[in-house]
């Protein structure tokens, strides 16, 4: 291992071998935790690998903002992006381009919707809805698909439900968040130019939730469409980028990310059956099995941040307008923070894991993915018992926010 291997980290094809994007992080955390990198086809950034790192960094919102580089994207990919926007960086404004006092404001009009009080009323139906898909498993005998048959359905029926989303229209929403999602995965892009396909993809999602804007401000229900349609930030209705934006960052985030942790958890217990033995014997442990899984999985890898004056971070300084990658996978897999952190442990705790970020920009939705993960496993577990890998999983080869993609098992009903 050397510091050229730095670089891979940028590319997407990395984040579909998990031993080597680890095994690369490892080197970077123990050698050289904040590291200037230099990728072929991308702007350079510091690398930041280090959980203590991270946090510095987020808890200062001011010194460190997230516009105008939020994500990882090649050259090319920016360029055109630019050039389909005429001059602008972003095909999206949602919360997690936004600093303050605008992420502040757009934050407050749906927080109260994604937060405990109002998601124990939810509960009822999300419950209805696991039971749906864990009696489709039963349904398809004792094998399955369990990512593509299980996984991306039960979250996304969760926030479409939630949204006001029609059912029949979750396969749309589907694949358009495959498609902005899937970096560059055969399996999930348009069959189209690499540099074109997520600005055609988001001209899409804009065109269906400007007709659901149109109908929710005839029609306002309760849902979290009605208020997004109907919101307004100092006594004026949301512009246009920043509506549309905050349907997609919903409709997307809000199922991709718990499908892949959905998904990664199964793996792991099944991976460690002295852990599912575990939780199965003692069901108690199921909201700490849950936050190990989202720490293993950790499906959004990284944010960036831009530095808005000089500062110096373990003797490396970063400059004014230099761009820093946060990396969450390597923060959740730090020694110094977790006891053996490369072991999956559905006790684990304390457990400060990273993976819904930290500070102001901690994920709105995290209270909602964690409740659907422990809903469906006790689900699961009523009825599914001695599960096994049923061929080779796959990964999503996406750098931004990924998982499993294929994930074949065996089981025994109860």
């Known amino acids: ?26 080197f970077m955390r123990r050698e050289d935790p904040v590291s200037w990198v230099e990728p072929d086809q991308f702007r350079p950034f510091w690398a930041i690998t280090k959980h203590e790192d991270i946090i510095e960094i987020e808890k200062q919102n001011e010194l460190f903002i997230n516009d105008p580089r939020t994500t990882l994207m090649d050259i090319p990919t920016e360029d055109a992006i630019k050039e389909f926007t005429g001059g602008s960086h972003l095909l999206v404004r949602s919360l997690v381009h936004m600093d303050n006092p605008d992420h502040q404001l ?17 509960k009822k139906d999300i419950r209805n809805i696991a039971k749906e898909y864990v009696n489709k498993m039963v349904d398809h005998g004792n094998e399955c698909d369990f990512a593509k048959d299980v996984a991306i359905f039960y979250p ?86 920043e509506a549309m934006s905050y349907y997609v960052i919903i ?46 999985v950790t499906p959004v890898k990284s944010f960036f941040r831009t530095a808005t004056q000089n500062y110096d971070l373990k003797d490396r300084e970063i400059k004014k307008d230099d761009s820093i990658l946060l990396c969450y996978p390597s923060g959740n ?25 930290h500070g102001a920009h901690l994920c709105l939705g995290k209270y909602l993915a964690k409740i659907e993960m422990e809903i469906f496993y006790e689900e699961l577990f009523k009825k599914i018992d001695n599960i096994q890998l049923n061929g080779e999983p796959e990964w999503v080869k996406a750098s931004f926010v990924s998982g499993l993609k294929s994930l074949p098992i065996k089981y025994t009903l109860q």
């Open 251 to 296: 409709a997307t985030a809000g199922h991709d990310t718990t499908s892949s942790s959905t998904a990664g958890g199964i793996l792991a217990l099944i991976e460690n059956p002295d852990q599912l033995s575990k939780l199965k014997n003692n069901p108690s442990l199921m909201t700490s099995a849950v936050e190990e899984t989202i720490r293993w």
């Open 156 to 241: 996304l029926r969760v926030i479409m439900s939630i949204l006001g989303v029609p059912k029949e229209d979750e396969p749309r929403m589907l694949r358009l968040t495959q498609e902005l999602f899937g970096g560059r995965d055969e399996d999930m892009i348009r069959d189209e130019s690499e540099t074109s396909s997520e600005s055609n993809t988001i001209t899409d999602f804009f065109e269906y939730f400007n007709a659901l804007t149109e109908d929710r401000r005839k029609n306002p229900t309760n849902d979290v469409s009605s208020v997004i349609a109907n919101a307004k930030i100092n006594n004026e209705q949301l512009g246009h980028l």
């Open 333 to 357: 897999r730090d020694e110094e923070i977790f006891d053996d952190p490369f072991k999956f442990k559905v006790d684990r705790s304390p457990n400060r894991h990273l993976a819904f970020g």
């Open 106 to 122: 757009y934050r407050s009009l749906t927080q109260k919707w994604f937060a405990p009080p109002n998601l124990e009323s939810l």
């Open 1 to 26: 291992m050397n510091k050229e291997n730095f670089k891979k980290i940028a590319y997407p094809e990395t984040y579909a071998d998990e031993k080597e994007l680890h095994d690369i992080f490892t």
